[in-house]
């Protein structure tokens, strides 16, 4: 939200107050208090009638300092709040001298200026960080409302990334972000997945934690400021100190929760219905029969929105005129190897029997008036299920469990942004808090009885909406986007945007959803959507099978499908990072690659894991541009080395794209191309590209369960090269492939192969030790 008319005016109608120096301060175990009245206190006589701002400091978890500013504090603390997990090694500590007071979280500092105006700094590394400065800190009554401001400086060549999924610019300087959740697509403004956190190129970030609106102004105000504001009297946020966007994450995601392991299975092909196309049983199986005679592997089917009779959505049962042996048609389903997934919504149809079972029980939202809340939008009458009532929590969950005991083995929760704000919530919720939070609470239901049924490791979601703490349910999908090179590169800034902001794993509609895509767009779409970290064929009134785009659809995602499960070694060591340190699989080049400047603004390629860069191709001629940070990249398919630092401008065929391997990386590839669940370990090959003398590194191998493996250590001496194998329950063969090695001097425990993308050596079972010597 906007305030001034310019640098030096507010807008009409607007009032504001600013702490103007420090006054006082407090200091307890784990806290500062500072206390900066409206205007400077000079004699007894000024302390009347002047407003006094309190912030107060607190550190969470080392390196982290919570600001707390606020005004009047005598209103109801209500809910909902995000769920921030202290970490208990926190030691905070205060230093003051004559010209500041300074509150230190680890390596961060929070310092208070004593002189004669107002200025927080914060502090790490011997330099300051951001700050806020005179009349950054502002309580502002308006037309609307009372509103608390910051605004945090931004320095020369500072970039700010995050926020959410948002389908913009990918560098959000000079944007204006409004935090509050909306069904609007993915070509506007709006955002499925709000999330009010932002990382800064300068190596720290910025948690609001408030779950209502919040506006942020990224040097769209005042243009050397993020300003955010929030409706009432109090502000809260975190600042995070990384000193690198990895760091910031781990932490980040060390507090707000990180994502939960998805089950190896979800990593394969996802085949859909579409939503309003005609289906049925006979429909399903001819999609499957098509992808098997084609060698299309495919892992998990799912029944869109009308597997339910229209206007009942949702009231969790198969239409009988469609569906009438929906037991009979999963069993069958699943005897060819599939998983299932079905569509859901919170919402429930007035015509639905659950309407009025909720309605009766108190299930669904009431307006303050005491009636159900209901509109036509999506579902005539439809009302809403509120869940802050565990009982209502629990009947929608009971729905659910017993479709997971007729077979199904995951749903797709879309919806839940468009939560109504003149209503009451059972547990007394602010509305406006509720709204963007109402999805956490909803994909919470759906993940924790997925994991209640299947077990940890096993529960995986397919959902739209989402805020703050909302990676721990994945896996989400960028929304309703068109069929166009357009929209396919507004929904990779989305989920570059969604994995800055916190979320490891992120999928999108392979096509688009919107209209039926030209057969190029669609084949591109497709080698983007099967290097991302889950993949769907989905559309919205055309059907998605492959064929029906032409034989080079065909082959580009049998190729691709493919490539996918070998990489599965290597994608799901990324998972099993994800899950642990709350890294991204997909990651924008400006978090792998932090110090190259080149890199801070691209938003059209990104790193698969940190050792394979994606460039998807976003022409119908084929032509692209993609950078290359410093050294010799391998192209995984080819075996092509291109050289780095800088950009490359190349035509690619249609079934081609950039798919490079880092220099000095060792990339797994598995034995199995038919399907992404199976022993990792078993027969992999080490990739090993341009290894530089003196490095060493170490691979994990995880089971298909996440559980840790085999560890492969490859290090390079010179002209000698050895890899060590340790762990794994039952040692069995495997290989290493030097690439762009064409002859080696000798090989020590291994058998050598020629191989045009580089030398093989294969290791027999029980072998620990590989050694490699180079001509």
Known sequence: MKFTDGYWQLRPGV???????????????????????????????????????????????????????????GGRARGPRFRIDADPAADPKVTRDEESVTFTSGALGARFSLGDRFRLEFVAAGKVLTASVPKAAAALHTADGEFLREQLSLGVGE???????????????????????????????????????????????????????????VGSEAVSRVQFSVPGQVLEYLVIYGPTPRDVLRKYTALTGRPALPPAWSFGLWLSTSFTTPYDEGTVTSMLDGMAARD????????????????????????????????????????????????????????SAMFAEGAAKGY????????????????????????????????????????????????????????????????????????????????????????????????????????????????????????SFESMAESLRGGLSLALSGFGFWSHDIGGFEGTPDPVVFTRWAQFGLLSSHSRLHGAGSYRVPWLFGDAAVATVAEYTRLKARL?????????????????????????FPDDPSCGHLDRQYMLGESILVAPVFSADGDTAFYLPGG?????????????????????????????????????????DDRPDYPYADGVTLRVFELPDGARC????????????ATFTVQRTGTTVEVRRSGGSTPSAWRVQLAGVVAVAAVGAGRLTPDPAGVLIDAEPGTEQVTVHLR
């Open 698 to 709: 170490t691979v994990d191998i995880p089971t298909a369960q996440g559980r840790p493996d």
């Open 568 to 592: 599965m070694p290597y994608l799901f060591g990324a998972a099993v990072t994800a899950h642990r340190d709350g890294l991204p699989v997909m990651r924008p080049m400006a978090l792998e």
């Open 15 to 73: 009032e504001a107050l600013y702490p103007v120096h420090v006054r006082d301060v407090a200091v307890s175990a784990e806290r500062l208090s500072v206390y900066a009245p409206t205007k400077r206190i000079t004699d007894r006589g000024d302390t009347l009638n002047t407003p006094l701002f309190t912030v107060d400091c607190t550190a969470p978890a080392p390196d982290v300092v919570a600001v707390r500013i606020s005004r009047h504090t």
């Open 364 to 483: 669904l939202v009431r307006t303050p008036g005491g009636d159900v809340w209901q509109w036509d939008r999506w579902q005539a009458g439809m009302g809403l299920v509120d869940f802050t009532n565990p009982d209502a929590k629990r009947w929608f969950q009971d729905r659910l469990r017993a479709l997971l005991d007729t077979g199904v083995d995951c749903f797709k929760s879309d919806f839940g942004e468009r939560i109504p704000v003149e209503v009451e919530w059972a547990d007394g919720s602010d509305p406006l808090r509720m709204h963007n939070y109402y999805t956490h609470l909803y994909n919470e239901a759906v993940f924790e009885l997925l994991q209640e049924h299947r077990g940890e490791g096993d529960a995986v979601v397919f959902a739209r909406s989402a805020t703050a703490g909302g990676q721990q349910f994945p896996v989400h999908w960028g929304g309703d986007c068109e069929s």
């Open 159 to 217: 970039t700010i990334y995050g926020l959410g999924e948002r389908f913009g610019p990918f560098v959000k300087n000079g944007q204006t972000v409004d935090v509050w959740n909306a069904d609007g697509g993915t070509s506007s403004e709006q955002a499925y997945k709000n999330v009010p956190f932002y990382v800064s190129s300068a190596g720290y970030g910025v948690f609001v934690a408030d779950p209502g609106p919040v506006s942020f102004e």
């Open 296 to 351: 299309l592997p495919v892992s998990v089917f799912h029944f869109d929105t009308f597997w339910m009779r229209e206007f009942h959505w949702c009231d969790f049962e198969w239409d009988p005129a469609t569906f009438p042996d929906p037991a009979g048609m999963l069993a069958r389903l699943k005897a060819r190897g599939l998983r299932i997934c079905l569509w859901i919504n919170p919402y429930i149809a007035q015509r």
């Open 632 to 672: 010799r990249w391998t192209d995984l398919r080819s075996g092509e080395v291109l050289a780095g630092p800088g950009w490359v401008r190349r035509r690619y065929a249609l079934g081609d794209l950039p798919v490079l391997a880092r220099p000095g990386s060792v990339v797994p590839f598995g034995a199995v």
